[in-house]
C-alpha cells in the first residue's frame, strides 16, 4: 500500500518528539538535591523520555533481551511520581504503559497488586485527558477495559461494574471517531484497519494478557485455519457469545460475582458473511487495538480441539512461480490449480504436515505440467 502524506506527517512528528525528548531530557536517574516536590518529578518526567518512554509503543520497541532493563528502570522511576503528591496524567500513562510491557514479557515487577493497576485505570480513565489538549488519549479508554474486561479470575479484584465497562466502551468508539474521522468511511475501514495490540489471555490476573506478536505461530495458517490452532487456545481466553447484526457484532453475557447478567455487544474483526451463523451462538477471542474490542475467530464450534491443520498455500506463490503463464487466470489452469491444490493438502495432512521444501517441489511439478499442456516453454 502507498504511504499517504497524512503518514510521512505522522512519522516526521513522532521522529521530532523523540528528537526533543532525547534534546530536553535528563542524562541520570538522580534527581538533583535542589529540587523538590513537583519539580523532582518533573526532572523525573524528563528522564523517562529521555529513555524511550515516551509512548507505548516506544516501549514496546524496547522489548528485547538486552533493553528490558531501560523499560524496568522507567517503572522504578515513574512510581516515585505514582507515590507523590504530584501525580499527573502523563504519570499514570507512563506506569500504565510500562506495566503493560513488562506482563506481556512475563516480568512482574515486586509488590505490585492487580489491583494496583485497577487504580491507576481508574484514575487515568477518571483524568480523560491532560488540561491543554481537546485530543482524547486513547490509552485511557484501552487500559481501563483491557483490565476491567470480565473473567472468572478477576472478579474477585475490585474491577469496575459492567455498566461502567459498557459506557468506557462506546466513549472509546466515539473517542477513536473524534481523533480519526476517516475510519467513518467503510473502504478506509477496509483498507487500513488499526493494528491489534493485545488479546485477553488465559490464567490468573497479572499473567492473562497476550502481545500480538507472541502469535507468530499463526503468520503461516489461513484465516479460518489460524483461529483454530491448539497453541493459540492454549495461550488466549475463548469467549462465548450470540452473533449479531449480520455478523457485525457479538452480543455477550457476563455474569458478575453477586450473580447479575448484563449483555452488551463488541464488533467482529470482520464482517461474518455466512448467514447460518447469524443469531446463532458462537466461540471466538478478544482482541484490543486502539479502536476498541474486537472479536475473534467466530466459529459456531468450539476453537483449538483440531489438530494437524496445514499450513497454506498462498496463491501468489504459486502465480509467481509461472510467471512464463499468458494468463494464470484461464479457467482450465484455475481448475486445474485448485484440483491439485485440494490434493496436495489432502497428501501434505497425511504425510503429519511434511516439509516446505517438498510442498514447494510438488508445486514446480505442476507448474511445469501446465506449461506443457499450454505449450508454454517449461524451465530447466
Not at 507505548?56 to 522511576?77: A, D, T
Not at 499527573?88 to 514479557?105: A, E, G, R
Not at 505461530?217 to 493459540?232: A, H
Amino acid at each position: 500500500m502507498a504511504t499517504s502524506a497524512s503518514d510521512y506527517d505522522k512519522k516526521s512528528l513522532l521522529d521530532l518528539k523523540v528528537n526533543l525528548d532525547e534534546y530536553f531530557g535528563e542524562d541520570s536517574d538522580s534527581v538533583p538535591g535542589n529540587l523538590k516536590g513537583r519539580d523532582a518529578c518533573e526532572y523525573i518526567r524528563r528522564r523517562v523520555r529521555r529513555l524511550g518512554a515516551g509512548s507505548l509503543n516506544g516501549l514496546l520497541n524496547l522489548r528485547q533481551p538486552n533493553k528490558m532493563e531501560i523499560v524496568q528502570q522507567v517503572y522504578s522511576l515513574t512510581m516515585n511520581n505514582i507515590n507523590s503528591g504530584s501525580c499527573t496524567f502523563d504519570d499514570l500513562k507512563t506506569i500504565l504503559d510500562t506495566v503493560t510491557v513488562l506482563l506481556v514479557n512475563n516480568n512482574i515487577p515486586p509488590k505490585l497488586s492487580f489491583n494496583n493497576i485497577l487504580e491507576w485505570c481508574k484514575k487515568l480513565y477518571t483524568m480523560n485527558k491532560p488540561q491543554g489538549t481537546d485530543r482524547p488519549y486513547l490509552e485511557t479508554f484501552l487500559y481501563f477495559v483491557l483490565y476491567n474486561f470480565p473473567t472468572e479470575e478477576r472478579l474477585r479484584f475490585n474491577i469496575c461494574l459492567v455498566q461502567d465497562l459498557i459506557s468506557a466502551i462506546e466513549k472509546w468508539q466515539a473517542a477513536f471517531q473524534k481523533n480519526y474521522p476517516k475510519f467513518r468511511n467503510e473502504e478506509i475501514k477496509l483498507r487500513r484497519r488499526e493494528t491489534t495490540l493485545f488479546f485477553l489471555g488465559n490464567g490468573q490476573p497479572l499473567r492473562d494478557i497476550v502481545y500480538q506478536d507472541s502469535l507468530k505461530e499463526m503468520e503461516q495458517y489461513s484465516l479460518t485455519e489460524k483461529w483454530d490452532l491448539p497453541e493459540v487456545r492454549e495461550k488466549l481466553r475463548m469467549m462465548t457469545g450470540s452473533l449479531c447484526d449480520h455478523g457485525e457484532r457479538v452480543q455477550i453475557t457476563i455474569t458478575t460475582k453477586q450473580g447479575n447478567k448484563f449483555s452488551f455487544s463488541i464488533q467482529t474483526s470482520h464482517r461474518v458473511s455466512k448467514k447460518d451463523m447469524w443469531q446463532k451462538r458462537v466461540f471466538f477471542y478478544i482482541g484490543f487495538s486502539f479502536s476498541g474490542p474486537r472479536a475473534f475467530g467466530m466459529s459456531t464450534e468450539e476453537l483449538g480441539l483440531k489438530k494437524g491443520a496445514v499450513p497454506v498455500i498462498r496463491t501468489q506463490n504459486f502465480i509467481s512461480s509461472t510467471r512464463g503463464l499468458k494468463d494464470y487466470r484461464h479457467p482450465f489452469l484455475m481448475a486445474l490449480y485448485r484440483d491439485q491444490k485440494d490434493l496436495l493438502l489432502k497428501r501434505q495432512q497425511e504425510k503429519n504436515r511434511s516439509s516446505q521444501l517438498q510442498l514447494d517441489r510438488d508445486i514446480q511439478r505442476i507448474t511445469s505440467t501446465i506449461k506443457k499442456l499450454i505449450g508454454e516453454p517449461v524451465d530447466d
